[in-house]
């Protein structure tokens, strides 16, 4: 548990103290912005392999333990995951890196940013929180609550930077989206409309959902019906 301790702290340190703070933008007028996401990406990738590989190795210490009638309620609660990440991968936001081009244009909250501006770090919160509540040991708790701080943290830390860099055409962003999900919608700020999702995302987050739903006993040992 030690070395997934370890492990935990510096994937999140690196993003919380690094990535979106002032120390960043120093570090990139020093070394120019190639250099600097160079070296974080490879940070990032050995932060996240040292993770994988101390989470495999770490015992098995029980917390409240698998939770038989969980089982269907994570698998509903994983396809909306599987929506928001896939829905969040495939549209063009300006909270990505080089997407900062679209707050230039005239409406760029459409499609899924219209329910959020982070979909992707949502959807991936939601995995992490399914994963930590269904496993029910003290390594699920580290690697999955890690995770879980470090996208909700990341959706703050992406707003404060891109505040900073790009002043009231962020903030035209955000009076018309929302970090939390429908929060926009529920403010009157925004308005829902599923077509400008694209039935094609919805149709391949259900594919890639059913396909993970089918081998996953086969590639992670649990299954996650039964």
């Known amino acids: ?34 250099i600097y996401r160079i070296g974080f990406s490879s940070l990032s990738l050995l932060g996240l392999v ?4 101390a989470y495999r190795r770490a015992p098995y210490i029980e917390t409240w333990g698998q939770l038989a009638w969980f089982k269907p309620v994570a698998a509903l609660l994983m396809l909306v995951a599987f929506f928001l990440a896939v829905a ?23 499609g899924i940013l219209r329910i959020t501006r982070h979909p992707f770090l949502w959807g991936i919160g939601l995995w992490a929180v399914v994963h930590l509540i269904a496993n029910g040991d003290a390594a699920a708790l580290v690697l999955f609550g890690s995770l879980l701080i470090l996208t909700i943290g ?5 707003d404060a930077k891109r505040q900073r860099h790009f ?4 903030a035209k962003f955000t009076a018309v989206t929302s970090n939390i999900p429908f929060n926009a919608i529920r403010e009157g700020r925004n308005q829902l409309k599923l077509t400008e999702i694209g039935w094609w995302r919805i149709t391949l987050a259900v594919v890639l959902y059913l396909a993970i739903l089918h081998f996953h006993s086969k590639l992670f040992g649990v299954s996650p019906l039964f």
Not at 88 to 110: H, I, M
Not at 154 to 158: M, P, Q
Not at 167 to 170: L, V
């Open 1 to 34: 548990m030690t070395q997934l301790t370890l492990a935990a702290l510096f994937f999140v340190g690196i993003h919380f103290l690094i990535a979106g703070t002032r120390w960043r933008d120093r570090l990139i007028e020093k070394y120019g912005e190639r």
């Open 50 to 53: 040292w993770l994988i590989y």
């Open 88 to 110: 969040g991968v495939t549209t063009p936001n300006p909270t990505a890196v080089n997407g900062e081009s679209l707050l230039s244009e005239a409406e760029p909250a459409r």
């Open 154 to 158: 990341g959706t703050r830390s992406i």
């Open 167 to 170: 002043g009231e055409q962020w």
